[in-house]
Every structure is written in structure tokens, then in C-alpha cells.
């Protein structure tokens, strides 16, 4: 099965500070993203419903970038979270960057929608 990259972009009017923490501190990340959350220093493993994955974090600009790559993923495969300010609207802007096997994009995309809804309603707005 080909593996293909896809990004998505949701519109928040919480600051790219509070979406930050939304991704970084685990008592955020249990409210809309997972079940639990153990960081121990780059690691993350993430459970859901009893199940684990661990993800390295490669890359972190506070408040306004994070990049994962899966333990199980390709070299070439990461998630990541762009943040950033629309200079003329002021809301923040988050692109998120994943990949799936091909016949998974809209199943994919449409948990992220449902994700970005529950992170919506957790950050109020």
C-alpha cells in the first residue's frame, strides 16, 4: 500500500501560545488528543484505549512548530503541527501534516476534523 503525505488547515481564535500548550503539556493533550500522555524528554507515548505509540519529537520553535515521527513510521513519515498568526485577521493559523496509506486519506482527514472540533472546544475557541 503507497503511503501518501496530506496537509489539512483549521482556524483558531485562541492565541499561538495557548494552542501550543494544547499540543505540549499532558493535561492538555488528555482533553482532546488521547487517552494518556508519558513525556520523558523527546519521547512521547501516547496511549488510546489500552493501545501504545511512541513518538519522537524532532523538532519544537515554541509556539509555533512541533514535529513527530512515529516509532513504527517511515524515516520519511512525520506529524506535524505549524503554528502561526494571520497578520490580517489575527486568528491563529494551524496546518497539520500527516500521512496514511492511500485508501486512508479521507477516513484521516475526517479524524482530524473530529479531533480539531474536541481541541476547539477544550481551548474555547
Known amino acids: 500500500m503507497e503511503r501518501v503525505k496530506f496537509t ?3 482556524i483558531f481564535k485562541a ?3 495557548i494552542v501550543y500548550k ?15 500522555v508519558d513525556i520523558q ?7 488510546w484505549s489500552g493501545s501504545e505509540e511512541e513518538a519522537e519529537l524532532i523538532e519544537d520553535i515554541e509556539n509555533e512548530k ?5 516509532e513504527e513510521a517511515e524515516e ?6 505549524d503554528i502561526s498568526k494571520s ?8 496546518v497539520i501534516t500527516d500521512f496514511c496509506d492511500d485508501d486512508e486519506v479521507d477516513d484521516q482527514k475526517q479524524l482530524w476534523h473530529s479531533q480539531m472540533e474536541d481541541l476547539r472546544k477544550e481551548m474555547g475557541g
Open 8 to 10: 489539512l488547515e483549521f
Open 15 to 17: 492565541s499561538p501560545a
Open 22 to 36: 494544547f499540543f505540549t503539556t499532558p493535561s492538555c493533550l488528555v482533553r482532546w488528543f488521547c487517552d494518556e
Open 41 to 47: 524528554g523527546e519521547t512521547y507515548t501516547f496511549s
Open 66 to 70: 512541533l514535529r513527530f515521527r512515529w
Open 76 to 81: 520519511e513519515e512525520y506529524l506535524e503541527f
Open 87 to 94: 497578520p490580517v485577521t489575527g486568528e491563529t493559523i494551524l
